[in-house]
């Protein structure tokens, strides 16, 4: 809920008071306040707001997680690059069941800032592979599977990949 540099300026406060506190013989909350401090520097590198969409999100609640997405005013200031790459990535996730050329400006941000994780960029791939298909851009959506085939080491998309394959030998 707060803005990432807060969150750091929080942490470096919170440091400080620990360190007056372990000089004052109290280590007890010396410790305590170290582990506080940490947990504004993890949420300065994993939004909360972002955390929350993605458990709306596993709940299959595409209007939870847009109602949780538009909690963030301005993510080009309030997020870190990768954060707004999993933004745009949550927002082509919701616009690939209303709107395909909206959902494809979105995956293709979102590949572009970065996603952490390997199945994501394989699932914003694949996403774009079927875009790419409905839009009858065969070749497109080829190197985009081919692209997703790759990055899928868990093997967990082959059974989409596959269907995607068989509908694009219709095509």
Do not use: C
């Amino acid at each position: 809920m707060f803005h990432k540099n807060i969150k750091l300026v929080i942490a470096a406060l919170i440091i400080a008071f620990a360190i007056y506190q372990f000089f004052e013989g109290y280590v007890g909350n010396g410790i305590f306040l170290i582990l506080l401090s940490g947990i504004f520097i993890f949420l300065y590198f994993r939004n909360e707001i972002i955390l929350l969409s993605f458990l709306r999100m596993r709940k299959q609640d595409l209007a939870g997680t847009e109602k949780w997405l538009s909690k963030i005013k301005n993510p080009e200031s309030a997020l870190v690059k990768k954060q707004q790459g999993y933004y745009n990535y949550l927002h082509g996730i919701i616009y690939s069941q209303k709107n395909l050329t909206t959902a494809e400006k979105y995956f293709k941000k979102a590949l572009s800032l970065g996603l952490n994780m390997d199945y994501d960029v394989a699932m914003a791939k694949l996403s774009l592979a079927g875009i790419a298909m409905q839009k009858r851009r065969k070749r497109e959506a080829t190197t985009l599977l081919h692209e997703a085939k790759k990055l899928d080491k868990n093997n967990m998309l082959t059974d989409q990949i596959k269907m995607m394959k068989e509908q694009m030998k219709k095509i």
